[in-house]
């Protein structure tokens, strides 16, 4: 019996459809801000480049240009070949009807924000009330990554459109499970399919958290004809997208795709603390900061992890089964995910390299909020029909709320804003004349076809004397033959992908170039084109094959109409499904208002203002006082104050983060950059200086009557000792170098101290040394090994030492080297640590690692030397001999550690220094 749609049932579904659309037209009204599209990254700037070659592609009768021959100083890269092409299929088809590049991206986005909502709405109420699917809708598109970072600082649009396409995949999924019906198996296959044409590494990653969700169903409903169908759907969907990923990944060994894993990141650093996953995204609504909204912290959410805790609850009451395991179900994979982005993590990331392609941990985070929505769901579904209105609005405008200063983009002060008509092709602008870089297309270098020089790509070298194409589309060129005869050089990357005429044969030539080493019979012109690669040929039969089994499928689930199976709930029905829908409608007039206050406060207001603060006042709680660094003639800043962000007692490995206020008091003429050390004064050394701060205003434009907020971070190296130290702040610029500090011979203004947290030595222990020579001693302290690295003018010795139960004694280092016949060349002893902390009051059952700079004596014959390393007493003289854990190991002669150093001197010590230790 079909089933029967009454005039509630189609109320309800309006009214949940109504809410989505508003919700839509709020989330992305920073994108239609009349400046343009928001964007402080040079992603945007490459999304638009790409967009239009495509576009400009089209206008040649090219629908998918696999290779792009404007970029490169014209040599071109098989760009499109390897990278998903989704999103730009669709912004340059938007284009190519008139309208504009940067409009065309803005329809595509806030049409996909929509589809995501419609998705995200028809996956959850297969399980869960209206009311708990349109909460868990807006959690996610609400949610910090797209609000704060991806429409301020990263643009990356393809990641954006593939993470708002994988709601619309659990959909289909999940129906075609439940029903496996025609149109649910056609869904299916083309939102997975569109899944993998939108980004790369979010479809392997969305695929993964399919897989995950596949599993759970086949867990709790155990239905073999729905999970048999979702099946053979996904299997449809691989062999549709089979032109896409077949060739763009047995191709890569084609291409320079390492270059991508070149750019500088610190992997170990890129680790988030707990407090910085539950970290409040802060808005300074205060109309003398000149910059009010600070950058994206890419924390989890607050009301994520509101929902997170209430799904814990609300585990206690539930009566369902069913709805009880949805909400375990979601909050592990919450945790999961999370636990992947924290430094505990560290040795699965090592054990699996390919996780590295991911580049930034930070790209896990919407996956974890893909978890909190069932959780977030479920907890709403546990109270009562009639006092379910309250977990909705908490959970609801605890949403709204945290983005919504950050709905202004006026207020982004770090970000700017692309306002782009139209790209011109390289055809459309004369010579010298052309504004446009393409080789923002071209990302990286990944795309570098293999064999080919950067230098002379980037046009830094002359290239070869080479014949020039003239190119007729993307995958069609010819050029005009000299008449001499033998090998002939086109400028043109060679590829196997490209085919010339009949009778013409190209092979690679110099530089990567491609080799005409066969003419075609005319001889006066040689036409090429682009026949693709084998494995692109065999994807593409695969992809034929594939929509010929999608059509199949949907033919034979239309002849056999499935009954529909209900999710079967034990709990009695829903309130939501027989009355009216109140809650939705509490739900969409909240919506509407915060929509009607962001267009009213946008158009009658400077900005959501809650402070009007006069000239050097702060109203916010801040610690220390003001003080000047700098004078009239470097240009004079005031440091209103700060405010600690992390821990006062960091471990190493971590990030201290702190917040500055600055207010300039005069014009400044030039960009300055501020200072953050972890300082020691006694010894006048930096142990920590490599701080990183978030984009903010330059200083030459600074407004003396406001102030500016600096969030900096300090990554701790992982040898730092556990000792206390002086933050400490400065300002540095170009022309003057490091401004001056009153009372200060180091430029530095000291903040507070930090008291850097002992390690625990052992299995979890982050740095170990490279070179292992465990060894014992008599009071207690332990050594694990030593590194050793050579530099220009001097060696860096690490020892790692292990307190144990804490020594009686305070000990002092001796380093004697010794040349290949015994005789004292050098000393260098000294108390670990630089004295800062005696062994004595070393913390008990702790890493110790004192680094050592070895400066080599002036003239050093070349030869073989070696070190000596051990503890004495200073004041008794004597020694503490170190006890090897294996007797028989070579590392170690007379209580004492032997490093040996083989042809050694110091002239060109960085050339001719071969490390070694014991017998290697």
């Not at 709020?26 to 239009?52: F, K, M, Y």
């Not at 799904?311 to 206690?316: A, K, N, R």
């Not at 000047?628 to 971590?654: A, F, N, R, V």
């Not at 600055?662 to 300055?672: C, G, M, T, V």
């Amino acid at each position: 019996m079909p089933k029967v749609f009454t005039s509630g049932h189609w109320f309800r579904t309006l009214a949940g459809i109504t809410f989505l659309v508003l919700l839509t037209l709020l989330l992305v009204g920073p994108l239609w801000h009349p400046q343009g599209i928001p964007g402080g990254n040079s992603d945007l700037r490459i999304h638009l480049h790409r967009a239009a070659a495509v576009e400009h592609s089209f206008e040649q009768g090219v629908f998918w240009p696999r290779w792009v021959p404007n970029v490169y100083q014209g040599l071109g890269a098989p760009v499109f070949h390897h990278y998903s092409p989704g999103l730009y299929w669709l912004v340059a088809a938007v284009h190519w009807i008139g309208i504009r590049l940067d409009t065309a991206f803005k329809i595509v986005i806030s049409c996909a924000f929509l589809l995501s909502g419609l998705g995200l709405y028809g996956w959850l109420q297969k399980t869960f009330s209206r009311s708990a699917a349109l909460v868990g809708s807006c959690l996610y598109l609400a949610q910090p990554h797209f609000i704060f970072a991806e429409y301020y600082y990263l643009g990356d649009y393809p990641q954006m459109l593939a993470l708002l396409l994988l709601p619309v995949c659990l959909w289909a999924v999940t129906a075609l499970h439940f029903q496996p019906n025609s149109w649910y198996w056609l869904s299916a296959v083309l939102a997975l399919s569109a899944l993998v044409f939108s980004h790369n590494l979010t479809a392997v990653m969305g695929a993964l958290v399919l897989l995950l969700h596949w599993l759970f169903l086949a867990f709790i409903y155990r239905r073999g004809g729905g999970l048999i169908v979702c099946a053979l759907a996904a299997v449809a969907a691989i062999l549709v997208t089979a032109a896409f990923w077949l060739p763009a990944l047995f191709d890569l060994p084609l291409v320079q795709f390492e270059n991508a894993l070149k750019v500088k990141i610190n992997y170990k650093a890129g680790f988030f603390s707990l407090r910085e996953l539950a970290s409040f995204q802060p808005a300074f609504l205060d109309s003398s900061a000149g910059n009010p909204l600070m950058p994206p912290s890419f924390s989890f959410g607050v009301v994520q992890w509101l929902a997170l805790i209430l799904c814990g609850v609300s585990l206690i009451f539930a009566r369902s089964r069913e709805r009880r395991l949805w909400g375990l179900a979601g909050s592990l994979l919450v945790l999961f995910f999370l636990a992947l982005t924290m430094p505990f993590s560290e040795p699965i990331w090592d054990s699996l390299p390919w996780l590295h392609f991911l580049q930034f941990r930070f790209r896990l985070l919407p996956f974890a909020t893909i978890g909190s929505l069932s959780a977030a769901a479920f907890a709403v579904d546990v109270w009562p029909g009639k006092r379910r209105w309250i977990p909705a609005l908490v959970l609801l405008f605890g949403s709204i709320l945290p983005p919504f200063p950050y709905l202004f983009p006026n207020l982004a002060s770090f970000t700017s804003f692309w306002s782009v008509e139209a790209i011109p092709g390289k055809s459309e602008i004369a010579g010298q004349e052309q504004a446009i870089d393409w080789d923002f297309i071209v990302g990286t270098g990944e795309f570098l076809v293999r064999g080919a020089e950067m230098e002379l790509a980037k046009g830094v070298k002359q290239g070869p004397d080479a014949t020039s194409l003239y190119w007729h589309s993307p995958h069609h060129a010819v050029a005009d033959l000299p008449s001499q005869s033998g090998p002939l050089l086109l400028q043109l990357h060679f590829h196997p992908g490209w085919a010339a005429e009949e009778g013409a044969l190209l092979e690679q030539g110099a530089s990567g170039w491609t080799q005409v080493t066969k003419r075609p019979e005319s001889g006066e012109q040689l036409d090429i084109r682009w026949a693709g690669t084998a494995s692109q040929r065999w994807g593409q039969h695969m992809s034929l094959f594939g929509v010929f089994a999608t059509a199949a499928g949907f033919a034979l689930l239309a002849r056999k109409r499935q009954p529909f199976v209900a999710v079967q709930r034990k709990e009695t029905p829903d309130v939501e499904s027989r009355n009216f829908p109140k809650v939705v409608v509490l739900m969409t007039v909240g919506v509407l208002l915060a929509l009607s206050a962001r267009y009213a406060v946008d158009q009658y207001s400077g900005g959501p203002y809650i402070w009007h603060s006069p000239p050097g006042h702060v109203p916010f709680s801040i610690q220390g006082g003001p003080a000047d660094i700098g004078d009239t003639s470097t240009g004079q800043m005031t440091l209103l104050g700060w405010k600690l962000l992390s821990s006062p007692t960091p471990k190493p490995g971590e990030s201290i983060i702190i917040r500055l206020f600055w207010r300039a008091n005069q014009k400044i003429d030039e960009d300055l950059h501020t200072l953050l050390h972890l300082y020691s004064p006694s010894l006048k050394h930096s142990w920590a200086a490599d701080a990183q701060g978030t984009i903010r205003i330059p200083t030459r434009i600074w407004d003396p009557e406001k102030y500016y907020i600096e969030t900096m971070f300090l990554p701790i190296p992982l040898d730092v000792p556990p000792l206390t130290f002086s933050l400490a702040a400065g300002l540095t610029s170009a022309t003057h170098g490091r401004l001056e500090v009153t009372g200060s011979d180091s430029g530095l203004l000291h903040l507070r101290d930090i008291e850097v947290a002992p390690v625990r030595p052992g299995i979890f222990q982050r740095l170990k040394p490279t070179t292992e020579s465990p060894a014992d001693t008599a009071d207690g302290i332990r050594l694990q090994g030593y590194d050793l690295d050579s530099q220009r003018e001097d060696l860096t010795l690490r020892l790692f030492w292990e307190s144990g139960d804490g020594a009686s004694n305070d000990w002092t280092t001796f380093i004697h080297m010794l040349d290949d016949s015994g005789e004292l060349v050098a000393q260098f002893d000294g108390p670990p640590l630089g004295g800062l902390l005696p062994t004595s009051q070393w913390h008990r059952d702790a890493l110790y690692i004192d680094r050592r700079e070895i400066t080599l004596p002036d003239g050093l014959v070349q030869g073989d030397y070696h070190l000596r390393v051990g503890l004495y007493n200073f004041a008794t003289g004597e020694r503490l001999p170190l006890r090897p854990r294996d007797a028989e190991d070579t590392q170690f002669e007379d209580g004492q550690l032997l490093v040996r150093l083989n042809s050694l001197s110091s002239e060109g010590l960085q050339d001719s220094c071969n490390i070694c230790s014991g017998d290697q």
